[in-house]
């Protein structure tokens, strides 16, 4: 299965008679298939999080079109789960029920669904939290149990707006490696927006680099950091190699558009 968007070019609305003004991002084509990471990265105003709305279905874009496996993406759906920075939980219910939540609503019947909440916060390393209250669990915590909510509609495609940009330094490099778990166990298509160079880095099965104002695609890169690390190499280590550390200079370059052309 592939999430695509071809020629996909977003205007504002107040944008006046010029036709050529206000557009948010242009000319974005972007196949997403399932099993892949892909980071979206890029200055500010390059369009990160309006992309992220566009292919979870939350916004229309201005011309070119959405497609999941060739049937056209007309608004959000359980194939396409969001995950926000702000964890968006519902700070009345446990953990288990805010997982739950979206069986809840497909009438999926109470045994059945706790059951379910359950298995995905073992998943996401969270055994035995389903009673506790969201005001009880830590900010990583938070976000675990957000991303297991994601998950309890079995969707193909994780969408992910900066999930770890509020976590302190230390959860965040913690929250990398289990997403880079979540990920290989769900077999879910990824797609991240980041700010984080190192982040794009160590996830990424491949980065977008989005140029701004609009913002289109600028570069395309491959990297297998995140399998590395899968496959039993350790964070550290990879982060010290001359390949990561050429690749982090690279990424650099071409954020700052100091090499562009060259990419």
């Known amino acids: 299965m592939a999430l695509s968007l071809t020629n996909v070019s977003l205007r504002y609305h107040n944008a006046g008679s010029n036709p050529h003004q206000g557009f948010v991002l242009q000319d974005i084509d972007l196949t997403i298939a399932e099993g892949e990471f892909v980071v979206i990265i890029g200055r500010s105003g390059?369009?990160?999080?309006?992309?992220?709305?566009?292919?979870?279905?939350?916004?229309?874009?201005?011309?070119?079109?959405?497609?999941?496996?060739?049937?056209?993406?007309?608004?959000?759906?359980?194939?396409?789960?969001?995950?926000?920075?702000?964890?968006?939980?519902?700070?009345?219910?446990?953990?288990?029920?805010?997982?739950?939540?979206?069986?809840?609503?497909r009438h999926v019947q109470k045994a059945e669904r706790d059951r379910r909440a359950d298995e995905l916060l073992d998943l996401v390393g969270l055994s035995g939290a389903g009673n506790r209250k969201i005001w009880e669990l830590s900010g990583g915590m938070r976000q675990r149990v957000g991303i297991a909510r994601a998950l309890a509609s079995e969707p193909q495609f994780l969408l992910m707006d900066e999930p770890l940009g509020a976590l302190d330094a230390l959860t965040r490099g913690r929250?990398?490696?289990?997403?880079?778990?979540?990920?290989?166990?769900?077999?879910?298509?990824?797609?991240?927006?980041?700010?984080?160079?190192?982040?794009?880095?160590?996830?990424?099965?491949?980065?977008?680099?989005?140029?701004?104002?609009?913002?289109?695609?600028?570069?395309?890169?491959?990297?297998?950091?995140?399998?590395?690390?899968?496959?039993?190499?350790?964070?550290?280590?990879?982060?010290?190699?001359?390949?990561?550390?050429?690749?982090?200079?690279?990424?650099?370059?071409?954020?700052?558009?100091?090499?562009?052309?060259?990419?």
């Open 175 to 263: 929250m990398q490696s289990f997403l880079l778990d979540v990920w290989q166990r769900s077999r879910t298509g990824a797609l991240l927006i980041t700010h984080s160079i190192d982040e794009a880095l160590f996830l990424a099965t491949r980065v977008i680099v989005l140029e701004p104002d609009p913002g289109r695609i600028e570069a395309e890169f491959r990297f297998d950091f995140g399998q590395r690390h899968l496959a039993g190499e350790t964070a550290a280590d990879i982060r010290k190699s001359p390949e990561y550390k050429a690749a982090h200079d690279r990424l650099t370059h071409v954020i700052h558009n100091e090499g562009a052309e060259a990419a």
């Open 46 to 105: 390059s369009g990160k999080t309006s992309l992220l709305n566009i292919a979870a279905g939350f916004i229309a874009p201005t011309r070119g079109s959405v497609t999941l496996d060739g049937t056209p993406v007309t608004g959000p759906g359980r194939e396409r789960a969001v995950v926000f920075q702000d964890d968006a939980l519902y700070p009345w219910l446990s953990a288990r029920d805010n997982v739950a939540f979206p069986l809840k609503l």
